[in-house]
T-cell receptor, first 117, second 110 residues
Framework: DAGVIQSPRHEVTEMGQEVTLRCKPISGHNSLFWYRQTMMRGLELLIYFNNNVPIDDSGMPEDRFSAKMPNASFSTLKIQPSEPRDSAVYFC???????????????FGPGTRLTVL | GDSVTQMEGPVTLSEEAFLTINCTYTATGYPSLFWYVQYPGEGLQLLLKATKADDKGSNKGFEATYRKETTSFHLEKGSVQVSDSAVYFCALSDDDKIIFGKGTRLHILP
């Protein structure tokens, strides 16, 4: 299995530009999570999906951020317009939720390092 | 709400030293507890887990015991190696998502 795949691995853009991050979860997994990691705030959950449906987007910082999961094998996180404070490493993770709650290991992708100038 | 508190780093040790990274949690229910590790330039990966009180999770020489009475899940290793240098995250399950602590950076000196 290739694991969770994220692209691009690095993105450098200018303030005001649109940024799209992509994620392919592990085949067969039914839950997908987007995280943001910074030195100041640590690891933050932005949004997660179950069976392609957004379940909790309370961590999305503001309306500039949006996420979609059009099918079980693909998700995007979009920032429009981007700002320097969005600079961070963005991780996608997936899991197989065979039942409610605590037994579902999350598998993380390698992350996308975003720099907004 | 549920939360995880772990000791701040960085923690710097010499090779073969004993390691303890403290972790305590607050939860309304009976969560499962996890330790994840993040090596430089990589995503997090599960190191060990415990699903109920008094369970001991172990992997790669690391251990942690689920202590309900003290709401703790401290990570220990008897003899650390340079290759253990990484960031360690304590976490708990909360329904179908995981709540992570802020992470503890560990440096092992040869």
């Amino acid at each position: 299995d290739a694991g969770v795949i994220q692209s691009p691995r690095h993105e450098v853009t200018e303030m005001g530009q649109e940024v799209t991050l992509r994620c392919k979860p592990i085949s067969g997994h039914n839950s997908l999570f987007w995280y943001r990691q910074t030195m100041m705030r640590g690891l933050e959950l932005l949004i997660y999906f179950n069976n392609n449906v957004p379940i909790d987007d309370s961590g999305m910082p503001e309306d500039r951020f949006s996420a979609k999961m059009p099918n079980a094998s693909f998700s995007t996180l979009k920032i429009q317009p981007s700002e320097p404070r969005d600079s961070a490493v963005y991780f996608c993770a997936s899991s197989l939720a065979v039942r409610q709650g605590p037994y579902n290991e999350q598998f993380f992708g390698p992350g996308t390092r975003l720099t907004v100038l | 709400g549920d939360s995880v508190t772990q000791m701040e780093g960085p923690v710097t040790l010499s090779e073969e030293a004993f390691l303890t990274i403290n972790c305590t949690y607050t939860a309304t229910g009976y969560p499962s507890l996890f330790w994840y590790v993040q090596y430089p330039g990589e995503g997090l990966q599960l190191l060990l887990k415990a699903t109920k009180a008094d369970d001991k999770g172990s992997n790669k020489g690391f251990e942690a015991t689920y202590r309900k009475e003290t709401t703790s899940f401290h990570l220990e290793k008897g003899s650390v190696q340079v290759s253990d240098s990484a960031v360690y995250f304590c976490a708990l399950s909360d329904d179908d998502k995981i709540i992570f602590g802020k992470g503890t950076r560990l440096h092992i000196l040869p």
